[in-house]
């Protein structure tokens, strides 16, 4: 009998395999390491830790920009439209907050350099800064916005109807530009050029234009002094003020956002514009 030879068989993996298996793992590593450095589900939030932790949301604002914030003359306390709003924002997440004032201009750099969890401070959304910062929903427009008299809102609710009518702006502001590119547009409108918003509010108020465009806060302030002032139509352009924290707070950053959900929703934010600015 012919004795049976045995043979071990090897199977060879083709490199191709190899290859593809190795630029698989490493497109998952790049993945996984970039979900981590965008501050993504699978990191940790330090920030919202500490917070928790020591049930204090620190804040960093501007105290020179009243009706938002300010110093109370008699108390020296911090007090505003933002001070209400990061307390009651405080309470929603079950901690308190705690304020530092900087100067306006330092406010990014002393974010990133863990001063503060969060900016509350009137702070318009800037787009440059997304890569280092997280900003949450905006809490309120400060954009340009279209002021009449009662009597005449029934016929100036658009830009469009000041064509043929005095309207009241800044000199060389946004409302300056806003007219004279509808005047290109539309037809010849009898522009006021005012030193500032408050003035190009008298104007109206005085019968000396039929309506003015300036920013939503002036807009706001002349409306809780003067009944016969109304705002027509919706903003004309957006001024969005935001909170914004680090990149790397993602929880805190949605824990903000579901607590101006809240907030907004129960009527909260209205209140503080009647508030602050409607009252003043």
């Known amino acids: 009998m012919r004795g049976q030879e045995s043979r071990s068989v090897r199977y060879a993996v083709p490199r191709r395999w190899i290859a593809g298996a190795a630029l698989a793992l490493a497109v998952l590593i790049f993945l996984l390491w970039s979900l981590l450095a965008q501050g993504g589900p699978l990191s940790r939030d330090r920030t919202w830790e500490r917070i928790r932790a020591e049930g204090i949301l620190r804040v960093g604002l501007d105290a020179s920009f009243p009706p938002f914030e300010m110093i109370d003359p008699a108390s020296g306390e911090i007090r505003g439209f933002d001070v209400d709003l990061a307390n009651a924002l405080a309470a929603e997440l079950g901690v308190r907050a705690e304020f530092l004032n900087i100067g306006f201009d330092s406010l990014y750099d002393q974010l990133l350099a863990g001063r503060y969890d969060a900016v509350i401070s009137a702070l318009p959304v800037d787009y440059t800064w997304t890569e280092d910062v997280r900003y949450s929903e905006p809490y309120f427009q400060a954009g340009l916005v279209l002021v009449t008299t009662q009597a005449l809102s029934s016929t100036i609710q658009r830009p469009e109807d000041l064509v043929g009518r005095r309207a009241a702006v800044e000199w060389g502001s946004e409302g300056d530009a806003f007219i004279r590119r ?64 680090r990149r790397n707070s993602p929880v805190l950053a949605r824990q903000l956002n579901a607590a101006l959900t809240r907030l907004r929703g129960a009527g909260f934010l209205d209140e503080l514009i009647r508030k602050w600015m409607l009252s003043q």
């Open 182 to 245: 509808l005047e290109r547009e539309h037809g010849q409108v009898e522009v006021l050029a005012m030193e500032s918003p408050a003035q190009a509010l008298e104007a109206v108020q005085a019968g000396e234009a039929d309506a003015c465009l300036v920013d939503a806060v002036s807009a706001y302030q002349a409306l809780g002094k003067d009944e016969d002032l109304t705002i027509v139509g919706a903003p004309l352009t957006e001024a969005s003020y935001a909170i914004a924290v």
